[in-house]
């Protein structure tokens, strides 16, 4: 581990941090609340506190302890300090790929700004760790002290954003007209704001969390007197996260559907942007969803099942890993979500994925099951994939099925048909009618559905299992989550790890990751794994930069006890903290070896 954070460079990884606030939250809401709204210190900044349900805030500070349990709240309100660069090497190199990234960066503004931070080092640099110098880091830098009235006779004039679009905006983004929720009277094109977070607040019923305005809202200032005098002015102190200048009016900003409402040019935190960057050459990806794909161990020639695949990223991963060398199935139960793997695949000039829609808890069917449209896969049954593209190519030339068939065509436009037409069929044909083309056939794709595939059809399967996500950065909100909620994600999950099972060959490989902090979802789906299937063995990952699991028990106060990792265990899978000094998201990998299974 010492040794994986000197390859990191932690030197340049490493950003500013502060003391995490003692207060609770609600002393801290009431203490906001009495001081004086007028107080630049204290009202124009960045500090936001996490607000987690009690009982929820309870079991993670068993779980890590109160002092690194606040450090890892802490961090979770900052995005990393850099973004990580995932090179496509079927197309280009990690070198060409940094001479074109320092070279964008010389030619834009924000680029600039990324040079000017620290003039002893470039901010671009290949990733140090073995197996992963097709890694670039481009490094930011905050947070950043911003004087928001700067040259103002008063208070900036203020912009009010939803919190998505903040988390965004923090990432590098910038601030798109339908993230705005308010705004300051008479905000002209051209006008400089300060740019601010709505964030959810406790209703009246116990779990109900909603923000307290309806998009159009007015944010009223009193600019003869200097003060805020609205009565939100509370829950936007310490959420102020740039200054810049607008693109549009106010009434602009509530009349079009898109666009770039405030060019934020002065930020808390300082991130590029990678939107229509080099794409099919460069994917911007999370250091520990890398290292989950090198865990995972991929041949050239075999065949792998990504069961919960989009929106691709793993996926294309694996395959370059594998040098574009054998089966990749990529499934989903999201239509959609197919389409954007079909898609990403494409961009990157990938063939050997091929996508399914396919439910993860249904993954698995017995061979007197299979119907007679199955698909073979280098000659062999490996399931029932349907009505998918024959090629990237197909999904990548914008045409629909319907344009290539003239009988599919005809079905679509027909409103009303035989004894063989359902109602249901009618319907749909009817709103395809009204409303026209949907994004399928806009994209000129088609997901396949599968019915499942054989057991012991593949030789390794990756199960990045849907979570609670309370490892992803920068969060602002966390309070719908409660004990039972994260608990019912663990049986989710472990139902998905029943259908994975079944479907890896004896000596395969299964990965199992997460993007959580959350136990229940990670050493106890481990735990459970272990118990009920004892032909599974944690096996060794490479690279292995994560920390250890957490090992032990937890009691809950209703009597419900979970088990997690026991001794000797814990260095067995990879654990990201978002407060450590790789400075990730929070992550979790767990990789199992396969025995016979009699």
Same mark, same amino acid.
């Given at each position: 581990?010492?040794?994986?954070?000197?390859?990191?460079?932690?030197?340049?990884?490493?950003?500013?941090?502060?003391?995490?606030?003692?207060?609770?939250?609600?002393?801290?809401?009431?203490?906001?609340?009495?001081?004086?709204?007028?107080?630049?210190?204290?009202?124009?900044?960045? &500090?936001?506190?996490?607000r987690?349900?009690?009982?929820?805030?309870?079991?993670?500070?068993?779980?890590?302890?109160?002092?690194?349990?606040?450090?890892?709240?802490? $961090?979770?309100?900052?995005?990393?300090s850099?973004s990580?660069?995932?090179?496509?090497? *079927?197309?280009?190199?990690?070198?060409?790929?940094?001479?074109?990234?320092?070279?964008?960066l010389?030619?834009?503004? &924000?680029? +600039?700004?990324?040079?000017?931070?620290?003039?002893?080092?470039?901010?671009?640099?290949?990733?140090?760790?073995p197996?992963?110098?097709?890694?670039?880091?481009?490094?930011?830098?905050?947070?950043?002290?911003?004087?928001?009235?700067?040259?103002?006779?008063? #208070?900036?004039? @203020?912009?009010l =954003?939803?919190?998505?679009?903040? !988390?965004?905006?923090l990432?590098?983004?910038?601030?798109?007209?339908?993230g705005?929720?308010?705004?300051?009277?008479?905000?002209?094109?051209?006008?400089?704001? $300060?740019?601010?977070?709505?964030?959810e607040?406790?209703?009246?019923?116990?779990? &109900?969390?909603?923000?307290?305005?309806?998009?159009?809202?007015t944010l009223?200032?009193?600019?003869c007197?200097?003060?805020?005098?609205?009565?939100?002015?509370?829950?936007?102190?310490?959420?102020?996260?740039?200054?810049?200048?607008?693109?549009?009016?106010?009434?602009?900003?509530?009349?079009?559907?898109?666009? =770039?409402?405030?060019?934020?040019?002065?930020?808390?935190?300082?991130?590029?942007?990678?939107?229509?960057?080099?794409?099919?050459?460069i994917?911007?990806?999370?250091?520990?969803s890398? =290292?989950?794909?090198?865990?995972?161990? #991929?041949?050239?020639? @075999?065949?792998?099942?990504?069961?919960?695949?989009a929106?691709?990223?793993?996926?294309? $991963?694996? $395959?370059?890993?594998?040098?574009?060398?054998?089966?990749?199935?990529?499934?989903?139960?999201?239509?959609?979500?197919?389409?954007?793997?079909?898609?990403l695949?494409?961009?990157?000039?990938?063939?050997?994925?091929?996508?399914?829609?396919?439910?993860? +808890?249904?993954?698995?069917?017995?061979?007197?099951?299979?119907?007679?449209?199955?698909?073979?896969?280098?000659?062999?049954?490996?399931?029932?994939?349907?009505?998918?593209?024959?090629?990237?190519?197909?999904?990548?030339?914008?045409r629909?099925?319907? !344009?290539?068939?003239?009988?599919?065509?005809?079905?679509?436009?027909?409103?009303?048909?035989?004894?063989?037409?359902?109602?249901?069929?009618?319907?749909?044909?009817?709103?395809?009618?009204?409303?026209?083309?949907?994004?399928?056939?806009?994209?000129?794709?088609?997901a396949?559905?599968?019915?499942?595939?054989?057991p012991n059809?593949?030789?390794?399967?990756?199960?990045?299992?849907p979570?609670?996500?309370?490892?992803?950065?920068?969060?602002l909100?966390?309070? +719908? !989550?409660?004990?039972?909620?994260?608990?019912?994600?663990?049986?989710?999950?472990?139902?998905?790890?029943d259908?994975? =099972?079944? +479907?890896?060959?004896?000596?395969g490989?299964?990965?199992?990751?997460?993007?959580?902090?959350? #136990?229940? !979802?990670?050493?106890? *789906?481990?735990?459970?794994?272990? &118990?009920?299937?004892?032909?599974?063995?944690l096996a060794?990952?490479? #690279?292995?930069?994560?920390?250890p699991?957490? *090992?032990?028990?937890?009691?809950?106060?209703?009597?419900y006890?979970?088990?997690?990792l026991?001794?000797?265990?814990?260095?067995?899978?990879?654990?990201?903290?978002?407060?450590?000094?790789?400075?990730?998201?929070?992550?979790?990998?767990?990789?199992?070896?396969v025995?016979?299974?009699?």
């Open positions: 581990m010492k040794k994986a954070r000197v390859l990191l460079k932690p030197s340049l990884l490493s950003r500013a941090t502060t003391v995490f606030s003692s207060l609770s939250p609600s002393r801290l809401l009431s203490h906001q609340m009495e001081t004086n709204p007028s107080s630049d210190s204290s009202r124009y900044c960045y &500090d936001p506190v996490l987690w349900d009690p009982q929820v805030e309870d079991y993670f500070n068993k779980a890590y302890g109160p002092d690194h349990f606040s450090r890892i709240s802490k $961090a979770l309100t900052r995005p990393s850099y990580c660069i995932r090179v496509n090497t *079927v197309k280009t190199t990690s070198d060409a790929v940094i001479e074109k990234l320092t070279k964008i010389n030619e834009s503004e &924000d680029g +600039l700004k990324l040079l000017q931070s620290d003039g002893s080092s470039s901010p671009i640099s290949k990733c140090q760790i197996g992963l110098e097709y890694v670039v880091f481009v490094h930011g830098s905050g947070p950043h002290r911003i004087e928001y009235g700067s040259g103002l006779e008063g #208070p900036p004039k @203020e912009v =954003v939803s919190r998505k679009c903040a !988390e965004a905006v990432r590098g983004a910038q601030v798109y007209v339908p705005v929720l308010a705004c300051t009277a008479h905000v002209e094109k051209g006008d400089a704001v $300060a740019v601010c977070v709505a964030m607040q406790p209703g009246d019923d116990e779990g &109900d969390w909603s923000v307290n305005m309806t998009r159009g809202t009223q200032v009193d600019m007197r200097s003060v805020i005098v609205d009565p939100f002015y509370c829950e936007r102190r310490g959420l102020y996260i740039g200054m810049g200048t607008t693109r549009l009016s106010r009434a602009g900003m509530f009349r079009v559907p898109h666009g =770039v409402a405030v060019d934020l040019s002065n930020r808390v935190f300082r991130l590029p942007s990678f939107h229509n960057v080099l794409e099919g050459e994917f911007l990806q999370n250091l520990p890398i =290292v989950a794909a090198h865990a995972l161990d #991929p041949q050239k020639g @075999e065949r792998i099942l990504d069961m919960c695949a929106p691709g990223g793993k996926t294309t $991963a694996i $395959a370059i890993l594998m040098n574009d060398e054998g089966v990749i199935v990529a499934a989903d139960r999201s239509h959609n979500k197919v389409l954007d793997v079909q898609k695949s494409a961009e990157m000039g990938l063939r050997c994925i091929t996508t399914c829609k396919l439910d993860a +808890l249904k993954s698995v069917c017995l061979p007197n099951a299979l119907s007679d449209s199955t698909t073979l896969v280098n000659g062999e049954n490996i399931g029932s994939v349907t009505n998918h593209l024959s090629s990237n190519e197909e999904m990548a030339s914008g629909s099925e319907a !344009e290539k068939s003239p009988e599919v065509n005809a079905s679509t436009e027909q409103p009303s048909g035989g004894d063989d037409v359902s109602e249901a069929e009618i319907r749909k044909n009817k709103g395809r009618l009204k409303n026209g083309r949907g994004r399928t056939q806009s994209q000129g794709g088609r396949g559905k599968s019915q499942g595939f054989p059809s593949f030789d390794r399967v990756l199960l990045d299992a979570c609670s996500a309370l490892g992803l950065r920068p969060r909100f966390a309070g +719908l !989550e409660s004990v039972i909620s994260l608990r019912n994600h663990g049986r989710y999950q472990r139902k998905m790890l259908q994975a =099972v079944q +479907l890896v060959r004896i000596g490989i299964l990965v199992y990751s997460t993007c959580t902090i959350n #136990p229940s !979802e990670n050493e106890a *789906v481990v735990r459970y794994a272990l &118990d009920k299937y004892k032909f599974l063995s060794p990952q490479h #690279p292995r930069i994560g920390g699991g957490l *090992v032990g028990r937890c009691e809950f106060p209703d009597g006890v979970e088990e997690w026991k001794p000797g265990e814990e260095e067995m899978v990879q654990k990201f903290d978002p407060s450590s000094e790789l400075d990730t998201i929070g992550f979790f990998i767990a990789k199992f070896s025995g016979p299974k009699d």
